[in-house]
């Protein structure tokens, strides 16, 4: 069985992690099938958007603890970072695509921190989310320091970590870090609507903010300022908002090709 699934869904590539007995935890052959969807996204022009999600009654447990980890020997952790979360992380962000992250289920951990590294996270109502490192011995990786103080704020952030509570999908609308919920029966339906109409809008904009916002975290006002003035610069010479301005004073739909 492949422990990740990839489909195609007009624009939209849909990578569903797969192992669903497992809550889909990351074993190697998961992180490393997964960092070569990514990178295959990449370079696929027809693909406009991602959807990741998870098989089963689970988004992500996190780290597979029965592989390896739970061995009692000491194992170089970072050398796994090194070698599969990173990597993953900087592809997910550095892809000019949108990625929707569709969390069907608990998000624990490094599985969690996947879903963050996305753009936009969308949750069943039954989602649950859990910064689970504490209850191990560890701290949040895959980025997790990183994204969450800038998404909660420096306090919530810290007391997901150090407490490593488990939160409803509510919970996580109300701390800003899921964009909308949506009833577990219609879930999966909804999360490709949002994909696909990700897909239909002008590729060069989507890019350019993906730029602009993942800048945004080590600028300062004025370097963002002056980002954001090169980057609609170059936006302004492209045909998509020659034929956004168009649609518009026609009064028609537009029809972004990118
Ligand atoms: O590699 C590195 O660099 C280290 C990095 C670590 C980053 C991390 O992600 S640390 C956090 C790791 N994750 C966890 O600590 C979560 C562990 N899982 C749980 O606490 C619970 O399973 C859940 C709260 C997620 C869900 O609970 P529940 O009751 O809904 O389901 P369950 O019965 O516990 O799990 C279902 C099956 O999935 C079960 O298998 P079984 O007993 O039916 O054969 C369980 O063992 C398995 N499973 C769940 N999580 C993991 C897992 N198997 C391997 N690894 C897991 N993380």
């Known amino acids: 069985m492949n422990d990740v699934l990839i489909d195609t869904a007009g624009a939209v590539r849909v990578i569903t992690l797969n192992r669903p007995e497992r809550l889909n935890a990351l074993n190697t052959d998961l992180l490393a099938a997964l960092n070569d969807a990514f990178a295959a996204v990449a370079d696929e022009p027809a693909v406009r958007a991602?959807?990741?999600?998870?098989?089963?009654?689970?988004?992500?447990?996190?780290?597979?603890?029965?592989?390896?980890?739970?061995?009692?020997?000491?194992?170089?952790?970072?050398?796994?970072?090194?070698?599969?979360?990173?990597?993953?992380?900087?592809?997910?962000?550095?892809?000019?695509?949108?990625?929707?992250?569709?969390?069907?289920?608990?998000?624990?951990?490094?599985?969690?921190?996947?879903?963050?590294?996305?753009?936009?996270i969308i949750a069943a109502r039954s989602a649950t989310f859990t910064q689970a490192f504490i209850r191990i011995g560890l701290m949040p990786d895959a980025g997790g320091t990183y994204f969450l103080p800038r998404l909660v704020g420096d306090a919530r952030a810290r007391a997901m970590a150090m407490l490593g509570e488990t939160m409803n999908a509510e919970h996580a609308v109300a701390l800003g870090l899921v964009w909308k919920l949506f009833d577990d029966e219609v879930f999966a339906t909804e999360a490709l609507t949002i994909a696909t109409n990700l897909a239909a809008q002008p590729r060069h904009s989507l890019a350019a903010m993906k730029h602009a916002f993942n800048a945004a975290a080590g600028n300062t006002l004025d370097a963002q300022l002056d980002l954001e003035r090169d980057l609609q610069r170059?936006?302004?010479?492209t045909a998509d908002f020659a034929e956004g301005v168009q649609a518009f004073l026609q009064k028609r739909p537009a029809v972004f090709k990118g």
């Open 50 to 120: 991602v959807l990741l999600t998870g098989a089963g009654r689970g988004f992500c447990a996190g780290a597979d603890l029965m592989q390896g980890l739970g061995s009692g020997e000491t194992i170089d952790l970072g050398a796994m970072i090194d070698e599969f979360y990173n990597p993953l992380v900087r592809r997910m962000r550095g892809l000019d695509k949108p990625i929707i992250c569709a969390v069907n289920g608990i998000a624990a951990g490094a599985g969690m921190n996947l879903a963050l590294a996305g753009d936009i």
């Open 234 to 237: 170059n936006l302004g010479q």
